[in-house]
């Protein structure tokens, strides 16, 4: 059974940064593929990013593409999002999750893919 828990939410200006970490413990992290979710008030979740076991491979949604960059310490048993040039529209509950497919690809970007989840981090971006 893997546990998550998400910080570094908070309020930002539009144009500003915010770096979320995941922590992961009981199990194996570098067995897993981590992925961040988002979802907002009255929306679905909706996929941000995802990073492959070793970190070598990346995914991210086209609206997150260029400002967004996932990473993770294998080490720390962490995985990070970093956000820059936030948006309102970036406003959302952040959730990472950890799954653990054969390969690295599209399936990542599935959230009921995903074994496990955090109990997110809000991330509010004004205007």
């Known amino acids: 059974q893997v546990q998550l828990v998400e910080s570094g939410g908070g309020l930002v200006q539009a144009g500003g940064s915010l770096r979320l970490s995941c922590a992961a413990s009981?199990?194996?992290?570098?067995?897993?593929?981590m992925g961040w979710f988002r979802q907002a008030p009255g929306k679905e979740r909706e996929f941000v990013g995802s990073i492959s076991w070793s970190g070598i491979s990346t995914l991210y949604a086209d609206s997150v593409k260029g400002r967004f960059t996932i990473a993770r310490e294998n080490a720390k048993n962490t995985v990070y999002l970093q956000m820059n040039s936030l948006k309102p529209g970036d406003t959302a509950v952040y959730y990472c999750?950890?799954?653990?497919?054969?390969?690295?690809?599209?399936?990542?970007?599935?959230?009921?893919?995903?074994?496990?989840w955090g109990q997110g981090t809000q991330v509010t971006v004004s205007s």
């Open positions: 009981g199990g194996t992290f570098s067995k897993y593929v």
């Open positions: 999750a950890a799954d653990s497919p054969s390969t690295f690809g599209r399936r990542t970007m599935v959230d009921y893919e995903y074994d496990y």
